[in-house]
């Protein structure tokens, strides 16, 4: 069995479920498409296939992205963030990225109240 580069796993801080978080990204817009959960695995998959594929904590199990959907993601770009607990991947994306058929799923979820405050002048820290 191959496993995840040592290298890329000593990085990685998960979660008590072995979970680290993937922000997906379609590469050339920026759109925030959606959030998904990966283990070492489905990490190693997404990196080496030049698929995107999550562990489903719902279904407990492997989940290749457009399998079923014909949604499919093409990995562009992988990073980690600064303490390895989240990850970036900038994709191409085939259609809809939500299951709900909406390109996001923010689109899908929608906006939440907020209150604006302005940002001070030079208040960038
Ligand atoms: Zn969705």
């Known amino acids: ?10 990085r990685l801080k998960r979660d008590d479920h072995g979970l680290v978080a993937a922000i997906v990204q379609q590469h050339d817009t920026r759109e925030v498409l959606m959030l998904g959960w990966m283990d070492d695995e489905a990490l190693r998959r997404t990196l080496t296939s030049g698929r995107v594929t999550f562990w489903s904590r719902s279904r407990q199990e492997y989940w290749r992205k457009g399998d079923t959907s014909g949604h499919v993601q093409h990995v562009v770009a992988v990073s980690l963030d600064c303490d390895g607990d989240a990850l970036l991947l900038e994709v191409d994306q085939v259609g809809a990225a939500c299951h ?13 109240p907020v209150v604006r405050v302005d940002a001070a002048p030079g208040g960038d820290r």
């Open 1 to 10: 069995m191959p496993t995840l580069d040592p290298a890329v796993a000593s």
């Open 100 to 112: 709900t058929g909406t390109r996001t799923c923010f689109e899908a979820g929608g906006p939440l």
